[in-house]
């Protein structure tokens, strides 16, 4: 079973940049990994994925904002976030692969105004 280990979180004022990272303790090779949130009282929502030879996705609420970006040979995803808003408050999580997914225990990000 492989194992995701997101860190990079904390508390940053609106408008700042954090830098989450993901570990894979397999080869992400081919597979698409991505970044969810989860707000409290809300559901897990899509953030951004990455996948070789495809241009990444982003949600919309995050497009301009934030960059997914991964090292294949390290087995690491990274999600730069720039211009944080507080609504961007919520528990980030990688996950890997569609199928059957591997999921991270999440980081915490939290923007105060």
């Known amino acids: 079973q492989v194992q995701l280990r997101e860190s990079g979180g904390g508390l940053v004022q609106a408008g700042g940049s954090l830098r989450l990272s993901c570990a894979s303790s397999?080869?992400?090779?081919?597979?698409?990994m991505a970044w969810y949130r989860q707000a409290p009282g809300k559901q897990r929502e899509f953030v951004a994925n990455i996948i070789s030879g495809m241009d990444p996705r982003y949600a919309e609420s995050v497009e301009g904002r934030f960059t997914i970006s991964k090292d294949t040979a390290k087995n690491m995803v990274y999600l730069q976030m720039n211009s944080l808003k507080p609504e961007d408050t919520a528990v980030y999580y990688c996950?890997?692969?569609?199928?059957?997914?591997?999921w991270g225990q999440g980081t915490q990000v939290t923007v105060s105004s």
């Open positions: 397999g080869s992400i090779f081919g597979d698409v």
């Open positions: 996950k890997k692969g569609l199928t059957h997914p591997s």
